[in-house]
């Protein structure tokens, strides 16, 4: 995944970070993918459709709070990842309310 998308050698196996530069995770990017965690940093703005869809193994995504904007079927057929947030990130509050997934806050 070059600079755009990184494992990080400090975080556990299965981790991966989106970059900041970064500004939206695009259309289908992780679709399929095997990770545990996914943590966006801060500056990535909306997450495309079907972006982290199929991923069996996924159980937590960390949002920012520059995420202004998650495709209705961002997660498809993803088994219940955890969405981790600020309490007033309401984008990712809503998502979550409208899809019965759990979020947490940081």
Known sequence: CGTVFRESVSLPAGALIIVPRVSAVPEEAF???NAVQITIENGTSAIGSGAFADCGRLRLVVIPDSVTSIAENAFDGTP?????CSEGNQTVINYAERHGLLCIFQ
Do not use: F, N
């Not at 219940?80 to 981790?84: E, Q, R, T």
């Open 31 to 33: 679709m399929g993918c």
């Open 80 to 84: 219940s990842p955890v969405l981790m």
